[in-house]
């Protein structure tokens, strides 16, 4: 069965301050797909991004990064230079190709002061 | 862009009544999915449908049920209703294209359901 659990269930920091956000998953399916979801205070989820399994390359954009290792099948993701607005619950998801579901971790809630 | 559209935004209910989540996807959006997120809790999957046919099923009560329609909206019938299914209730949709496992979720602002 999937599952993904986010270790941190809350992370304080200050403006400008960079943080990454860990995930690690388990799954038994060769091919899958990995994503991070933000949701603000307002409680919508808002799609960040996606990794698939097949693609370990990490990748930045724009303050958003992400560190993808397969081999401890981990899926970090990193915010450089925070700000207030980076506030959010981060869910990290884990969809197999077996099946249309998302399944998501339990959450990390960021909290960036001024 | 247009969004993920979903109505009402908020319910309130008494036990034991019936309630009627509908979900509108993105425009060519055919895959339609729904989630249930509890009071600090991460969102769990209840039911998908593509092409108005169910596709996955999750842990939804047998006293919701839901459909897709032939313009692609979804509603989700909520009966008999508890305590437990006050939350927030998702729909998101993807666009499967010409390959059905590269498809991202693309979340709905929820409807958020008190049942008092």
């Known amino acids: 069965a999937q599952k993904v659990t986010q270790a941190q269930t809350e992370i304080s920091v200050v403006e400008k301050e960079d943080v990454t956000l860990d995930c690690v998953y388990e799954t038994r399916d060769t091919t899958y797909y990995l994503f991070w979801y933000k949701q603000p205070p307002s409680g919508e989820l808002v799609f960040l991004i996606r990794r698939n399994s097949f693609d370990e390359q990490n990748e930045i954009s724009g303050r958003y990064s992400w560190n993808f290792q397969k081999s401890t099948s981990s899926f970090n993701f990193t915010i450089t230079a925070s700000q207030v607005v980076d506030s959010a619950v981060y869910f990290c998801?884990?969809?197999?190709?077996?099946?249309?579901?998302?399944?998501f971790g339990e959450g990390t809630q960021l909290t960036v002061n001024p | 862009a247009a969004g993920v559209i979903q109505s009402p935004r908020h319910l309130i209910k008494e036990k034991r009544e019936t309630a009627t989540l509908k979900c509108y996807p993105i425009?060519?959006?055919?895959?339609v999915y729904w989630y249930q997120q509890g009071p600090g809790q991460d969102p769990q999957f209840l039911i998908s449908?593509?092409?108005?046919?169910?596709?996955d099923k999750g842990s939804i009560p047998d006293r919701f049920s839901a459909q897709q329609f032939s313009d692609y909206h979804s509603e989700l019938n909520m009966s008999s209703l508890e305590l437990g299914d006050s939350a927030l209730y998702f729909c998101a949709s993807s666009s499967t294209l010409s390959d059905r496992s590269t498809d991202t979720q693309y979340f709905g602002p929820g409807t958020r359901l008190t049942v008092l």
């Open positions: 449908f593509y092409e108005k046919m169910q596709s």
């Open positions: 998801a884990l969809r197999e190709t077996s099946g249309s579901r998302l399944t």
């Open positions: 425009p060519r959006h055919d895959t």
